[in-house]
């Protein structure tokens, strides 16, 4: 299955993460979801009540690995490439033709963990409100 990662940020600028399709290669992805929930524990009560606060959040940290021309561009692009991208945005994932975008979301860290000759790997970790299934759902 081909996947992209495409964030666009709120400076309507679009920068892909990694896409399968171009030669980069999504190594891993790891979501996480937290719900937000309220604990509330009445006085003398034999137990506690939870209430959801509706603000869930989810964090996914992906690696990609790229090919680039030459060692220079490689280490260039490792330089600059972290700068380059803005913090906050939506991050819209396209696994094989089905659309989902990370709404209200923030790159958390992006970080170089290897560079070989010419080969970058990054990881990304970035946090955001709800998954949906149209860009601009909020």
């Known amino acids: 299955m081909q996947r992209t990662f495409t964030w ?3 400076d309507d600028s679009e920068t892909i993460l990694g896409k ?6 999504i190594l891993d992805d790891f979501p996480d979801h937290r719900n937000g929930v309220e604990e509330f524990e009445p006085y003398d009560a034999p137990y506690k009540i939870y209430f959801d606060q509706k603000n869930d959040q989810n964090l996914l940290t992906f690696i990609t690995a790229r090919e680039h021309a030459d060692e220079a561009t490689a280490l260039a ?3 600059d490439h972290p700068g380059a991208v803005p ?4 991050l819209e994932d396209n696994s094989g033709g089905t659309f989902r975008y990370l709404q209200g979301a923030a790159i958390e860290s992006i970080r170089r963990i290897e560079i070989t000759g010419r080969s970058t790997k990054f990881e990304y970790r970035v946090k955001g409100g709800a998954w949906t299934a149209t860009k601009n759902a909020v």
Do not use: Q
């Open 87 to 90: 913090t906050l945005g939506i």
């Open 77 to 79: 692009f490792s330089r």
């Open 8 to 10: 666009f940020g709120l």
């Open 20 to 25: 399968d399709a171009s030669g980069d290669f």
